[in-house]
């Protein structure tokens, strides 16, 4: 059995003060969670967030990761950055990253066998833009941006893998896929990873949908066989949303 993942992307917003104040609340309302709750945060909330999740069943992660170990790369973070900062999780390949900072499939692999390399778990999105859903062709395209992120993945490290499907018209938009779209294209996504590794790598590997998840819609997209969990944003920043999330998560 897959276990559930329900992970918040914070995105660009909350600073220091205000990221330990959101965490605080979430801790005492997950704490019974039977699925694996994440916050990805930025950077800057780093130290706060690890302080104050010390001991519970919340993990950190980060929004992005450069590829090379050190170097003139001004503004970027290495995975030993992230590591030694107590970052477990990195979301790699985000379509924000793809769109308004140049990220490509090639990139993002880079991203992700650097990540994998240095004992970090992969959250690694995927999706359509509206025009490829228009144009029929959202599987196909999919199908190959997780296969370039995966080029030179072996099945091991596949164990660290989740992906993330997160349609681009649907993300912040309010528009969420209906539970029927969500569910073919994390199918789409299961059956490329069996015909890149197999089925019962297939199995094993958790696939999870984003956009405009929310406390209200979350119970019945959880509830499709092959979406194992969710990527929230907006809803992510509530602490009580959040928590109906993880909540729903644990019993679909
Ligand atoms: P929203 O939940 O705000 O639509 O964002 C989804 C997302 O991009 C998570 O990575």
């Not at 929004?63 to 950055?81: F, I």
């Not at 690694?124 to 029929?136: F, P």
Request: net charge negative; glycine share 10%; proline share 3%.
């Amino acid at each position: 059995m897959r276990k559930p993942i329900i992970a918040g992307n914070w995105k660009m917003n909350k600073t220091p003060s205000e990221a330990r104040e959101l965490v605080s609340a979430l801790v005492p309302l997950v704490k019974d969670a039977a699925c694996d709750v994440v916050v990805c945060t930025p950077a800057v909330d780093f130290a706060a967030v690890s302080e104050v999740i010390k001991g519970t069943n919340i993990k950190l992660g980060a929004e992005n990761m450069h590829w090379k170990e050190s170097g003139a790369y001004t503004g970027e973070l290495s995975a030993a950055m992230l590591k030694e900062s107590g970052v477990e999780y990195v979301i790699l390949g985000h379509s924000e990253r793809r769109q308004y900072f140049g990220e490509t499939d090639v990139t993002v692999n880079k991203r992700v066998k650097a990540a994998l390399a240095a004992g970090l778990k992969v959250i690694l999105c995927v999706g359509e833009m509206l025009a490829d859903r228009e144009n029929g062709v959202t599987d196909e395209l999919v199908a190959l941006q997780t296969k370039i992120a995966l080029k030179d993945v072996s099945a091991g490290e596949l164990k660290n893998v989740i992906i993330a499907y997160e349609p681009v018209w649907a993300i912040g938009t309010g528009k969420t896929a209906t539970a029927e779209q969500a569910n073919e294209v994390c199918a789409v996504i299961r059956s490329t990873i069996k015909a890149l590794y197999g089925a019962e790598a297939a199995e094993g590997i958790t696939i999870q949908y984003g956009g405009s998840m929310n406390a209200k819609n979350a119970a019945e997209l959880l509830a499709q066989p092959d979406v194992d969990g969710g990527l929230i944003g907006g809803a992510s920043l509530k602490a009580p949303d959040f928590a109906v999330i993880v909540d729903a998560a644990t019993k679909g």
